[in-house]
């Protein structure tokens, strides 16, 4: 299996950017870089996901590396409700067993006032 | 509300009861999920459904029985749980296409605790 690996934790002061690093070293040509958030007391939600170009929507952005073997979620501005724990996943774009989301322990965030 | 509703919120129940959790989405999706995050641990997927049939089960002990009637419903069916089962479930669904990466909806999850 493709893994991911990240910070265990992170901090940051509201109103700076964040960036959230993520290294996947054996990720395959097939592989879709999916960032998920988990915030306290709720399940995971979609974050951003993408493939070799970098990616912007209105929570995030997406910088993935040349080679793709590393990626790292922006947050613009951090506010206190983005403190959560936010996970790196890699799945496979043709479904099946590789494209289940498979999550590992993320990166827990902390933002300061 | 993030279209995928699980109920109930919190559970407690004895080693000996039977129990079952529920699962509602209405977003047109058409695979579900249950997955089981423990303290400290990474969430676990526990079950894969895809177009109403059950295509993965992840060695999952058979005290834990899901069901899904159609494709907006999930149920997990429990049974002579033990205390370590405590534990937050959570249930998700997503539009699977074989071709297709499509994100996954998680609902806010069940907390069991088995006493």
């Known amino acids: 299996d493709a893994k991911t690996t990240q910070p265990n934790s992170m901090e940051s002061n509201e109103e700076e950017p964040v960036h959230l690093p993520c290294n996947h070293s054996t990720i395959s040509g097939t592989d879709y870089i999916h960032w998920y958030r988990q915030l306290p007391s709720q399940g995971p939600e979609y974050v951003i996901h993408?493939?070799?170009s970098n990616v912007n929507n209105r929570m995030a952005s997406l910088a993935i590396a040349e080679d793709r073997k590393s990626s790292t979620l922006i947050l613009h501005r951090a506010t206190l409700r983005d403190a959560a724990v936010y996970y790196c996943?890699?799945?496979?774009?043709?479904?099946?067993?590789?494209?289940?989301?498979?999550f590992g322990k993320g990166t827990k965030l902390s933002v300061k006032p | 509300e993030t279209g995928v509703t699980q109920t109930p919120r919190h559970l407690v129940m004895g080693m000996t009861n039977k129990k079952s959790l529920k699962c509602e989405q209405h977003l047109g999706h058409n695979a579900m999920y249950w997955y089981k995050q423990s303290a400290k641990k990474p969430l676990e997927l526990m079950f894969v459904?895809?177009?109403?049939?059950?295509?993965e089960n992840n060695s999952v002990p058979s005290r834990f029985s899901p069901e899904c009637p159609n494709s907006s419903h999930l149920f997990l069916h429990l049974h002579t749980l033990q205390p370590e089962d405590s534990a937050l479930y959570l249930c998700?669904?997503?539009?699977?296409?074989?071709?297709?990466?499509?994100?996954?909806?998680f609902g806010s999850g069940t907390r069991l605790t088995v006493v």
């Open positions: 998700a669904s997503s539009q699977a296409n074989g071709a297709i990466n499509y994100g996954y909806t």
């Open positions: 459904y895809s177009l109403e049939e059950r295509v």
């Open positions: 993408g493939l070799t």
């Open positions: 996943i890699l799945r496979g774009v043709y479904g099946g067993s590789q494209g289940n989301l498979i």
